[in-house]
């Protein structure tokens, strides 16, 4: 049996001994070095573009402008509207202008700091008009995506109500900090494609991508993910890979690019600010009578994923919790700030900030326990969501509740400033409402040894692991039957983005339909039943072509209503409760966060182990999203002025699994990256609520702003 068992990670031996061939690490002989000259300005007209002074330094081969594009000069993964390098104008600072290809690093860093760029520069939009009445950054406006969901009558569930809550709160820009900066390798191969190898999220996209930039076909591309230190959502986006293959196409030799951490700060997508105004009603007994969201957000000068946040954070607005009447509104308008994207739990974990903070104070406006109000009103099979959607099944959340419920019941303050708090949360598994489909190929190979080709990305999440087990136990052959061969355009289909906590459910149900085919082939060829060996197997077949079985798998979910926002946008949904305990100094405003209880309804566990790491690792960024990490366009530069977890800072954290099965997903299974995250900074900020007195509204809520409103609080008395 492999599901349900702690199988070590297939990339653990490599990763520990150093010998992963991270994309940083890649060399070619005779490789080039190419580094982007960046706009220093948020909006400006490009006058002029001299780069006569790095052309003066020895060894700089060649500078890349726009009109070295043979084929289209933008990219995006929802719109295809952000520029590769800019034409006549800059939007945001860090936009790539140029490329400058040396004969080594220093070089290739030397020749573009001596470029020199004569700007226009015009007034930047640097706040989020949601009027339209204020300056706009394009002539069409300032709305990039609004998206409404609307369930009921939102004014009278609230007249109805006992208790009306209402408060607006705020989050800020979160880089993704991956350990690993954007990095990679192009060159041309024996048959004159070009390949690239990089530090990615999506294999197939970035191919697409490089396609249309280089206009040709994407046969001529080859696309292969290097092991990747870190990825979060800001490695779905094209980093590297266009100018790579734009350089390796125009010099005919292998060029290699790795950003600097600055580098990396300034260009790379963020986590999307948000304001969202939040009402709640509910009657004395602690039923939701009506939820009305109103949600603005900043998502830079271009659309990156802001499409699938601004649907994904009006789907979830009311969090894992039955309400009748709901009204949510989420617009995300364009500005000359950093460009906005994919971060783990695309606007949820935001979102979750406040919708655990209104819960707890509708709780103490009815003198309720917060967990009561919870199990009161939280999803479970039958319920019906904000959408319209029934859950029919895989509705383990009461039971993440009941889970930690002991240990909130025995809760108990030891010393002044110490406080418990819960954070809650439910998840769409894969994108919002569309198709969302993977593809997998298993295949009999030579000494009958079985290949699993997948195009899904391993970022650190453990997807490897997981698919392979999932292979193993739908075969019931050995674990050294079984070799892993991933990430690589040459060898695999379309799996679809390492995103949305989507790889273990719609890869897994590929992968595992793949085997189901080599299994009835192996079946009927007499492996199970006569004991005849996987090599005699491939050797007496193989005159007849490989022997490959597809897998795949679209979630059977549906659009939704534009109107309305009514429909399925899911066929399955994560859940998890949260309790944190902190203690706080007030005299200065320090939190620690000392331990947390973590319950997360994961469908089936295919790696109890991998699961459990994946949830510590979602407790320290959402530790760093309630505490510490903010990035300040402008000021923030590195991470000597950004803060994120060390070990030092992490708590004790417990575990627990609920198994309440997905009928649709591989032996019951769906995901567990981004609901890891989600509920966590929910329940710290409620913690610091119960260890000071003090509700919180803005995040970070770092050691300035917690003793801020310690002292405005005694101010008050």
Known sequence: MFIGRDLDRVDALAKVLGTAGFAHDLRMEGMLFACV????????????????????????????????????????ALRKDQPFLAESRVRYVGE?????????????REGAARVRIDYGEIDAVLEPDATGKGRQIYDTGSLMAYKKVRKGDVEKGSAASDVVVAHTFRTTWIDHAFLETEAGIGYVDEGGRIVIKSSTQNIHYKRVEISRLLAIPEERIRVVQATTGGGFGGKLDVTCEGFLALAVHLLKRPVFMRYTREESFLSNTKRHPLSI????????????????????????????????????????????????????????????????????????????????????????????????????????????????????????????????????????????GSGFGLGCMYYGIGNTGVANPANALVELGEEGRVILHTGACEIGQGSDTALLQIALETLGVARSDVLLDRGDTDTSKDAGSSSASRQTYISGKAVQEAALGLRAFLDE????????????????????????FEG????????????????????TYAFASHMTEV?????????????????????????PKAI??????????????????????GKTASFDAYYIP?????????????????????????????????????????AVTDAVGVHVYELPCHVERLKGLIESKKTTK
């Not at 220093?40 to 006569?52: E, F, G, I, Q, Y």
């Not at 790539?96 to 290739?108: K, M, Q, R, S, T």
């Not at 060829?525 to 490959?548: C, N, Q, S, V």
Request: hydrophobic content about 40%; charged content about 20%; overall charge neutral.
């Open 37 to 76: 000259v960046r706009s220093t300005k948020p909006h400006a007209l490009l006058r002029d573009v001299d780069v006569s002074g790095a052309y003066a330094v020895p060894g700089v081969l060649r500078v890349v402008s726009h009109k070295d594009i043979p084929g289209q000069n933008t990219f995006g």
């Open 96 to 108: 790539p202008i140029l490329v400058v290809i040396g004969e080594n690093e220093a070089v290739a």
């Open 277 to 416: 105004d939040y009402k709640t009603g509910a009657r004395k007994d602690g039923t939701l009578t009506a939820v009305k969201v109103d949600i603005t957000g900043d998502t830079g000068p271009y659309a990156s994923y802001g499409d699938a946040v601004c649907l994904r954070v009006a789907v979830h607005a009311t969090g894992p919790y039955e309400v009748p009447n709901v009204w949510a509104d989420c617009k995300l308008l364009y500005t000359n700030n950093p460009v906005s994207g994919a971060m783990r739990g695309f606007g949820v974990p935001q979102l979750a900030f406040a919708h655990e903070s209104q819960l707890d104070e509708v709780a103490e406006a009815l003198g309720m326990d917060p967990i009561d109000i919870r199990i009161r009103n939280g999803l479970k099979r039958g319920s019906v969501t904000a959408t319209g959607q029934v859950l029919s099944a895989s509705a383990g959340f009461v039971e993440t509740l009941k889970k930690i419920e002991p240990f909130w019941r025995a809760r108990q303050k030891t010393k002044k």
């Open 525 to 548: 060829a007499g492996y199970y039943h006569r004991g005849r060996a996987l090599g005699d197997i491939y050797r007496a077949t193989k005159d007849k072509g490989r022997l490959l």
């Open 552 to 571: 795949f798998f679209n979630p059977p979910a549906s659009g939704l209503d534009e109107a309305t926002g009514q429909g399925i946008p899911y066929a």
């Open 583 to 607: 203690e706080v100094e007030e005299a200065t405003g320090a939190c620690r966060v000392k331990q947390v209880h973590a319950a997360h309804d994961v469908g089936k566990s295919i790696n």
């Open 612 to 633: 459990r790491g994946q949830i510590c690792g979602g407790v320290a960024m959402g530790v760093g999203l309630a505490l510490m990490e903010e990035f300040i366009p």
């Open 646 to 686: 060390t070990s030092l800072d992490m708590p004790r954290v417990e575990v627990f699994l609920v198994e309440d099965e997905e009928p649709t997903g591989p032996f019951g299974a769906k995901g567990v990256g981004e609901p890891a995250l989600i509920p966590q900074a929910a329940s710290v900020v409620n």
